[in-house]
């Protein structure tokens, strides 16, 4: 099934592109790694898409606390990436990918939640 993503924010594309980079990744985890750090990664990276979907879906007076617990799980996506990068499961030029994409997530996240503190209650 093909998405268009012209439907979704930004941030939502970065964080599939981010998961379509990710997931290759995974496969090639030491056996224990994969089914301990690679399975948090992947949750984590699917829960933090989880919670996008779900603010970009409800109204927007609600939407600042699901942006925010997203901006943690990107947090701990960077700590997670980095225990798979010093323990040779991820090699560096992928670590650095993934870890910049982080961060601009990140960045798109706390913009979101800035822009919606600006706004006036009630304005759309």
Do not use: C
Not at 3 to 27: D, M, Q, S
Not at 83 to 112: C, P, Q, Y
Request: aromatic share 8%.
């Amino acid at each position: 099934m093909q998405t268009n993503e012209f439907e979704y924010p930004p941030v939502i594309i970065k964080l599939f592109a981010t998961y379509r980079a990710l997931y290759p990744l995974l496969k090639n985890f030491e056996k224990l790694s994969r089914h301990t750090l690679g399975r948090s990664l992947e949750t984590t990276l699917i829960d933090t898409i989880t919670l996008v979907i779900e603010a970009n879906s409800i109204p927007l007076p609600l939407r600042d606390l699901p942006l925010r617990k997203a901006g943690a799980k990107t947090h701990m996506l960077s700590f997670l990436l980095r225990i798979a990068h010093e323990n040779g499961e991820i090699g560096a030029e992928k670590f650095h990918l993934l870890s910049d994409n982080v961060t601009e997530i990140r960045k798109m996240l706390a913009g979101w939640v800035a822009y919606m503190n600006k706004r006036p209650l009630g304005k759309a």
